[in-house]
């Protein structure tokens, strides 16, 4: 990003270091006006500053079981003097513990996906778009063929097979979302390739890559940002859906979407410790990702903006 | 018009091949199936046998082309579990997934817009606060946990709703007995309702923000004002001229939204145990009924694209600007 | 919220016009709530035990063995059995008729057992891929109009039993049918038929008018209902009379519910850890130290079954001492006790002491889930246990059906798996059958020790019970030292009853309702 507006001072594009620094400023005025999204941002910095320091700060191993502790009431005492502060779970578990590494692989799962869909559908959209003919045909019947397909069905049939682990579901859920980064990513090329900046590149003897991921690419950032923010919290629900069925995470991970699907055999038994905590975290989180997408879409977008 | 018909529904028949061609791949990377179809007791002579009378012992290419040519001639072959043809295990089971599929878009659409109409109406009120901030908890809920917990208040301490199960409308209506259809429909009704009410919140909570969004935008357009200027009352103005594009969004992604909702289905179907095309797909992926399985994929592809088709022939109706 | 009240109100209209039952069955109707889908009504393809529990109200078979191991008579009421056991000739009862009004007769019979044997058919049920394939049938003819007589390959000593779990039907009927239809709509000759089947939701039987019929119910309802908190809601809502594996720790919920209560029965189920001996497995990590019969012997100190069984399956359950139930077990074998520190020391003895980093050995353990009571807990539960004393546990949960079915079905899981073999209390040597050979399809574990497989011929050779008797014994105490299993548990069934019936499970996970009725 830096990379590129930098480069831009010697290539007519329309943003410069001084543009940044002043829609930053300004980004950040809108977002204190907003009330909300202040909240949400600063959840999700918790939620990272959770999911990167998480283990560091768990009081417990989060995979020692301990039966015999079992399904214990949170303040229930642990083993060896420690606390449950949030409870055990089915296996005597610290929920506590599980709850702090699980945000690191929910937030991991959730980003790497849109990570791989992101990538794959903005170059497969930046090159539809970009070249049009044939290519365009065929990538976007490829994605027609992707949304005709319910994608549920898809990752169901590929994690089975390829059996539960983290990387399985970061690839299922990723190739899931490029359809949409695509279309979009297409749609804004196809107007932006024939503006003036773009031709002005093309007429300084820019090669057809140098054009494509340095020219257009950082001016169709903003809308995907919002796509992305939105993603994010669609992914993690993605995420529980699957854990329901059994195709998520193996079991020792911890994830909130599987902590979740683990406790409803027990939310008739009214062991609600169990589910409530994964579920506030995930909808907490949730929610902030879905409020910033919000406000993000309202300040990117250029016909709100001129509502005022 | 009718030549842009003909190009999309040209265009799907590539679109169907390719989604059998991944399924095909998906279900076949995981190895021979016969394993799945003999006893725990079979010789290798009767594993052979089998192999051979369910055709895995052809070359993948051999069996995938045997394959696109029976689906030409409207055949899918027989169900490996039910022994039944699978077309006929899968259109058994489509009409309970459309009840489900249209009252949940009834829900996710019906509803969306007068809450969304009103939020926009009421804008920075507390209405608005409480209709956005229960829109934004139904977006954040994992639906097979919020089908869990109406099992559990709504179903059975309240005692409102049926626990699980389904009383048939659309299977009778199909087969032309109307009085059983309609007879029934109170009854389809009141079953059908937790878990559409289920499938359909995300839906609805995105859906009511969306129109929300658009009738502000519309709101502050000029025809809007001008109309007012005219001295319309609120109720014309809103009505007439507002709403009709305020819900334009929320019709492009209605089509959408049934490949969407196709995936709530697969887990709300299993919560109350619904008896429909999602667990019965989920059901035959487990045993890798490869027939069943390209039936329902190609027959849920082929309602989308359609349902797509209509859209998109919808929106060009209602909205002046788009030629097709 | 009118919007609500509306639909309940047109709901609570409906009733009135007694469409679906909302609330209690009626009077003379029982309703289960079963957990699996089932598939088929064909007889000869039936194989998953929800399916056969449903099928075997349609179907008669010749005798009847209850939950106890008695045997009593069905459609047959007499059986002779040839000198050299390879005939087996059985009287049918008199006046016996199909559910289409045919007469039953022993060419009917006969004709029963030679279109599953078919292979034009390509049946794979439980009668020609359990039954006919453990004992060897070789073919069935009508000597005249009420005897039918069974041909063996070979002698069987438990084929009495294996050919009573054949569901008998008539010749005419299933000839008139294409295969196509014989599986959706069966003409049987049970005390029950078909009325109604709805794919993944509901199958209603009717009672066939008979009077010498044992059923006490005008109609039974079978729900499928996959997701175990619906199925206990369902029950403590009063919309079912009984449900099948209740989870266990809903097990509470619905006894404190007032309205139903729930049975735990020991079940005959082995369920054990196995050791996967063959060459492809011992070059895997792990695999040669489980060739070792003393590395073996030392992992059953290091799990506490009990503990699991208390903990996770909500039951206090008997370890088993082996392959055989209980009743029918070598009495003078006690179970492995839970000892974490002779397990450490006998691994040091075998020669894998612990290293730098705690671990003996890295091994991966294989398991399907949602097949058993709590399996995905379980197996997570033992992978601790065996972590306790040094081994690095590399746990590989799949898929039940798509994924770990196939490798089970070509022997090629492990080197350590958990699974759970259906086993009965009539006979020590059914549950022994399963490792009949070393090439049986259900030695999953390769093991090859002579010492129990070269003992089948001693027990063909002998008539006398006594006799046979020593030999399982010896048999017995041999997979005990040297087996190739961690032997667990007989896993316990749970079944939640409605207070309206009263029925009585049975530990052989059979749900046959003939004799339950309303209290």
């Known amino acids: 990003m830096t990379d590129s507006a930098g480069d831009g001072l010697t290539r007519l594009a329309p943003r410069r270091d001084s543009d940044l620094a002043r829609g930053m400023k300004r980004a950040w005025r809108s977002l204190v006006a907003a009330r909300w999204p202040v909240l949400a941002l600063a959840i999700l910095i918790a939620v990272v500053v959770v999911a990167i320091f998480g283990p560091a700060m768990s009081p417990l191993d989060p995979n020692r079981q301990n039966i015999m502790l079992r399904l214990a009431e949170p303040g229930a005492a642990g083993p060896r003097g420690a606390t449950f502060w949030l409870g055990s779970d089915a296996l005597g578990r610290d929920v506590l513990s599980r709850l702090l590494y699980g945000a690191r692989i929910s937030l991991l799962v959730g980003f790497a996906a849109i990570a791989v869909g992101g990538t794959i559908g903005i170059v497969a959209g930046l090159v539809s778009g970009y070249f049009g003919g044939w290519t365009d045909d065929v990538i976007m019947r490829l994605g027609d063929i992707q949304l005709a397909f319910p994608f549920i069905l898809l990752a169901i049939m590929f994690l089975i097979v390829l059996g539960p682990g983290v990387m399985n579901l970061i690839l299922v859920l990723g190739i899931g979302q490029w359809v949409t980064y695509a279309r979009i990513t297409r749609a804004q090329t196809l107007s932006l390739r024939e503006k003036e900046f773009v031709e002005a590149a093309r007429a300084l003897g820019d090669g057809t890559a140098a054009i494509i991921f340095r020219t257009i690419l950082p001016n169709i950032v903003a809308p995907l940002t919002v796509i992305a923010s939105f993603n994010v919290a669609s992914v993690i629900l993605a995420e529980a859906a699957l854990s329901f069925l059994g195709l998520g995470v193996p079991p020792s991970v911890p994830t909130w979407g599987s902590m979740l699907a683990e406790s409803r055999d027990t939310l008739i038994a009214n062991k609600w410790w169990l589910a409530t905590f994964p579920g506030l975290a995930i909808v907490v989180t949730v929610l902030s990702f879905n409020i910033l997408g919000d406000w993000l879409r309202d300040f990117l977008d250029p016909r709100l903006k001129e509502r005022g | 018009m009718w030549t842009y018909i003909a190009r999309r529904l040209l265009q799907s028949v590539v679109v169907i091949i390719g989604v059998t061609f991944i399924s095909f791949i998906a279900l076949q990377i995981g190895g021979d199936p016969t394993y799945l179809f003999v006893s725990e007791r079979a010789t290798e002579e009767e594993i052979e046998m089998v192999r051979r009378a369910l055709g895995f012992d052809r070359p993948l290419h051999v069996q995938y082309l045997s394959f696109l040519g029976n689906l030409l001639q409207g055949d899918f072959g027989m169900s490996l579990s039910y022994r039944q043809p699978a077309i006929d295990i899968v259109l058994g089971a489509l009409p309970a997934t459309i009840e489900l599929t249209l009252l949940s878009i009834l829900v996710s659409v019906g509803l969306a817009v007068p809450f969304g109409v009103f939020a926009a109406l009421y804008r920075g009120t507390a209405l608005d606060g409480g209709i956005m901030t229960v829109a934004m908890f139904g977006q954040s809920v994992p639906n097979f946990w919020q089908g869990i917990m109406m099992i559990l208040f709504l179903g059975l301490y309240l005692k409102w709703f049926p626990i699980s199960g389904h009383v048939p409308f659309l299977l009778p209506l199909l087969q032309g007995d109307l009085a059983a259809a309609f007879g029934n429909l109170p009854m389809a009704l009141y079953y059908l309702a937790m878990p559409a009410v289920a499938v359909g919140t995300y839906s609805l909570a995105r859906n009511a923000r969306l129109v929300r969004s658009s009738m502000l935008e519309v709101l502050g357009q000029d025809y809007v004002r001008t109309a007012r200027s005219k001295g319309l009352t609120e109720y014309t103005v809103i009505v007439h001229h507002a709403l009709r594009n305020a819900w334009l969004p929320v019709v492009t992604m209605i089509g959408l939204e049934f490949g969407f909702l196709i995936g709530g289905v697969v887990v709300i179907e299993t919560v109350f145990s619904y008896p429909g095309i999602g667990r019965l797909v989920f059901n035959a992926i487990n045993q890798r009924d490869i027939p069943v399985v390209q039936a329902a994929v190609v027959l849920l592809s082929m309602v989308f694209i359609c349902l797509n088709l209509i859209v998109d022939l919808i929106y060009a109706r209602i909205d002046p600007r788009v030629k097709l | ?519």
């Open chain 3, 1 to 519: 919220m009118t919007r609500t009240r509306l639909l309940a109100a047109a709901g609570a209209s409906a009733l009135l016009f007694g469409t679906t039952a909302l609330a209690t069955p009626p009077a003379d109707t029982i309703a289960v709530g079963l957990s699996a889908d089932i598939t088929t009504f064909e007889p000869a393809n039936i194989s998953s035990r929800d399916n056969a529990n449903i099928a075997r109200h349609i179907f008669g078979t010749l005798y009847n063995i209850t939950g106890e191991g008695v045997v009593t008579p069905d459609l047959a009421e007499n059986l002779e059995i040839s000198e050299d056991g390879l005939h087996y000739v059985y009287t049918l009862r008199e006046g016996l008729a199909c559910h289409d009004g045919e007469a039953l007769t022993a060419e009917d019979a006969a004709y029963t057992f030679n279109r599953a044997k078919n292979p034009d058919n390509k049946f794979t049920g439980n009668t020609p891929g359990f039954v006919f394939s453990s004992i060897g049938f070789e073919s069935a003819e009508a000597l005249d109009d009420r005897r039918v007589q069974i041909n063996l390959a070979r002698k069987n000593p438990i084929a009495f039993g294996l050919i009573a779990e054949v569901y008998i039907h008539c010749k005419d009927s299933y000839e008139k049918m294409s295969l196509d239809e014989a599986s959706a709509n069966p003409i049987g000759s049970g005390p029950y038929r078909l009325a109604s089947w709805t794919r993944g939701s509901e199958v209603v039987l009717e009672k066939v008018a008979n009077p010498n019929s044992p059923a006490q119910m005008e109609r039974i309802v079978w729900r499928i209902i996959p997701e175990a908190s619906t199925r206990s809601a369902e029950l403590i809502a009063g919309n079912v009379d009984i449900i099948t594996n209740v989870a266990p720790d809903q097990i509470d919920a619905v006894n404190a519910s007032g309205t139903a209560m729930v049975q735990a029965v020991q079940g005959t189920r082995r369920m054990y850890v196995g050791f996967n001996l063959s060459q492809p497995f011992r070059e895997m990590p792990g695999g040669e130290a489980i060739q070792d019969p003393m590395v073996r012997r030392a992992l059953q100190y290091a799990v506490d079954v009990p503990a699991i069984c208390k903990q996770l399956l909500n039951f206090e359950c008997v370890r088993a001492t082996g392959i055989v139930n209980p009743p029918n077990a070598n009495q003078s074998l006690t179970p492995y006790p839970y000892d974490p520190a002779m397990a450490e020391k006998m691994l040091d003895e075998a020669g894998w002491p612990r290293g730098a980093d705690g671990v003996r050995f890295a091994i991966r353990f294989q398991a399907g889930r949602g097949r058993y009571l709590n399996d995905v807990n379980v197996v997570q539960a033992i992978a601790q246990y065996l972590e306790d004393v040094g081994l690095k546990i590399e746990l590989d949960v799949m898929e039940w059906g798509s994924v770990y079915v196939p490798l089970i079905r070509q022997r090629n899981v492990g080197p350590l798996f958990f699974l759970g073999t259906g086993g009965a209390l009539w006979s020590p040597l059914y549950d022994m059958t399963d490792l009949a050979r070393v090439e049986s399809g259900t030695n999953y574990t390769h093991w090859s020790d002579p010492r129990w497989f070269d003992r089948w011929a001693d027990i063909a050779a002998t008539d006398d019970p006594a006799a046979q008797r020593k030999i399982i014994d010896e048999m017995l105490q041999v997979f005990y030292d040297d087996g190739p299993w961690l032997h667990l548990y007989f896993q316990p069934d749970f079944y939640g009853v409605s207070n309206r019936v009263n029925f009585v499970a049975r530990p052989d996970e059979k749900v046959y309702l003939f004799s339950t009725g309303l209290k």
